[in-house]
């Protein structure tokens, strides 16, 4: 299995941005047209791109639809869709935008048997993120407790067939001060399913540590926007482990 250094944009009114542990006020912007950023990123290398709508976290419905549909539209790679997608109704309009794989947060906490439906209805498409502070699994744009260990919340998630999981360290997310390689280890021993790992990514060293824990890729974001390391460095990184 190949490790994947996954590009995000984040999507806040319109704009590129990237916020610090989840924090709304906390945000810096760094493009205003991302679908620019998404062709940018194809063009260095990317695989795949992981594309949040930050908006519709925050708001629980999809907000930058014309957004994301522009960033599918701009690239030839598979694009993941995350954010605001509490229905099936949600969902599938996100796969009519162009959407190769779906991330569900909140609404898989808040309704379980939405990931039932996804799964039958969009096989193989469906990836849950577990966003986790101190072993809790938060919701709602990291803004709730869910009183839910965050790995049994995982563990269940694949019995209702979740065929991919991704890991956010909250406390890691936009802070540059590395990984938890550990969390992210421990989630790729204990699930049976591929693991992406989240937050935190700060040096292709860190990309190596977490090639190391079994998991299937990482999210990359702010280090790259501020140049700690390039794309290019990145992939010659993994492609050595």
């Known amino acids: 299995m190949s490790f994947e250094v996954i590009p995000a944009i984040d999507i806040r009114g319109g704009r590129c941005v990237r916020l610090l542990q989840g924090d709304y006020d906390q945000e810096t912007a760094y493009a205003d047209n991302p679908a620019e950023v998404a062709r940018d990123w194809e063009a260095q290398g990317a695989q795949r791109l992981h594309v949040v709508d930050l908006d519709g976290a ?7 639809r014309a957004e994301v549909a522009a960033i599918c539209e701009a690239v030839a790679i598979p694009v993941e869709v995350s954010g605001g997608l509490r229905t099936i109704e949600d969902v599938a309009g996100a796969v009519e935008r162009g959407a190769k794989r779906i991330q569900l947060g909140s609404a898989a906490v808040r309704n ?6 996804v799964v039958e209805r969009f096989p193989g498409m469906l990836v849950v993120a577990i966003d986790t502070r101190a072993g809790e699994a938060l919701t709602e744009g990291w803004r709730e407790g869910s ?16 065929p991919r999981i991704m890991v956010t360290d909250i406390a890691r997310d936009g802070a540059l001060e590395g990984p938890n390689a550990e969390l992210a280890a421990a989630f790729a021993a204990a699930l049976p399913v591929p693991v992406v790992a989240s937050g935190g990514v700060t040096t292709t060293d860190d990309l190596r540590a977490l090639a190391k824990t079994g998991c299937e890729g990482a999210i990359v974001g702010k280090a790259l926007y501020e140049g700690r390391f390039t794309l290019a460095e990145a992939l010659e990184a993994i492609a050595t482990c």
């Open 112 to 117: 379980p048997g939405l990931v039932n439906e």
């Open 147 to 162: 009183g839910t260990d965050a790995l049994t919340l995982a563990r269940e998630m694949v019995e209702r067939g979740a």
């Open 58 to 64: 925050r708001e629980g419905r999809p907000v930058n």
